[in-house]
């Protein structure tokens, strides 16, 4: 029994590009474009989900999938830091940052630890072991990250080491026993190249 799980990282937005942690808000015009450049350059899936946020819904759209909102392929909750960038929250909250980072357990006021975004990670890769088929999952790059240290069997720390990239692919296969790791951070096809099995 192969079961093949592609997911896809949602497209970049203006939050994103500013170094900010994401709002639900759209996909910039340049994404959007490379999306819909994107299309038709997948093999045929069994099944479309995406995660709930507009930013993934609108990837979904792009790429003319029709998906389905699966709830456990949502975004790490940022809680307050959401739509705050990056480098002030280094300057006002330093141990606020500090202890997210080196702690998987951390959350933010009002959001959740990267544990808990493992956690929806692995139940979703649980569940679909015991689909044959192809998935295409439209995600973030926090839920890409959990599920390959998860494939991986590395600590949930190594998710800071992994660069996921708006609107590229990662591929992961299983036998219905174990998943293993296909491909990681496949660039978005700038043509119509095809990815293959």
Known sequence: MLVRLTMI???ATAATRRGSFPLDEPLEPRSLALAKAMRGTLRRADRVWTAPAL???????ALSLDASVEPLL????????????F???????PEGIAAWLSDPNTATRGGESLADVARRASELMDRLMAKPGHT??????SVIR???VH???APLAACWKIDIEPLSITDFRSDGRRWV?????VAAPKSATTLRP
Do not use: F, K, P
């Open 87 to 93: 480098e002030d929250l280094q300057a006002e909250q």
């Open 181 to 185: 790791l296909r491909a990681c951070g």
């Open 55 to 61: 930013r993934a819904r609108q990837t979904a759209e």
């Open 146 to 148: 959990t599920a390959i």
């Open 136 to 141: 295409i999952a439209l995600t973030h790059a």
């Open 74 to 85: 949502a975004d790490q909750g940022y809680g307050s830091w959401a739509g705050m960038r």
């Open 9 to 11: 990282c949602n497209g």
């Open 151 to 153: 494939v991986l069997g």
